[in-house]
């Protein structure tokens, strides 16, 4: 299940830029945010894939869905330009921000080679 994002649960849940003034993810699992509106055809068209890939990495994986139309502090922060925008949130390092709708098999890739990286096990 896709998470609906306000200013104060960003805050709390991913970033408080408002008290940082470097990037510092405050979540446990990867993430992807979906800057969205309700009018967006590409947007409505994501909303499913976005879906389907909750259920299927749940537990590896938390999406987030910004309104744009109501959260434009948010959108303003990450310079959000063109609806859909993603931003790929791995636990440590720097998020990636990608505008346009995506195919469900780009999803995958990123989320397997960029957010949930596999360590390899080290033989004793």
């Not at 938390?62 to 063109?82: G, H, M, N």
């Not at 931003?87 to 346009?100: K, S, Y």
Request: proline share 7%; glycine share 4%.
């Amino acid at each position: 299940m896709t998470i609906q994002l306000t200013k104060d649960a960003f805050k709390k849940d991913v970033f408080d830029y408002e008290n940082a003034s470097e990037w510092k993810y405050q979540g446990q699992l990867p993430a992807i945010i979906d800057f969205y509106a309700d009018w967006c055809g590409p947007c409505k068209m994501v909303a499913p894939v976005l879906e389907e890939l909750s259920k299927e990495y749940e537990g590896k994986l938390i999406i987030y869905k910004v309104d744009t139309e109501v959260e434009q502090e948010l959108a303003a922060i990450f310079d959000v330009r063109s609806i859909p925008t993603f931003l790929f949130i791995p636990v440590t390092g720097t998020p990636m921000l990608q505008p346009g709708a995506l195919p469900k098999n780009v999803f995958k890739r990123v989320i397997d080679e960029q957010l949930i990286v596999q360590k390899t096990p080290v033989a004793l």
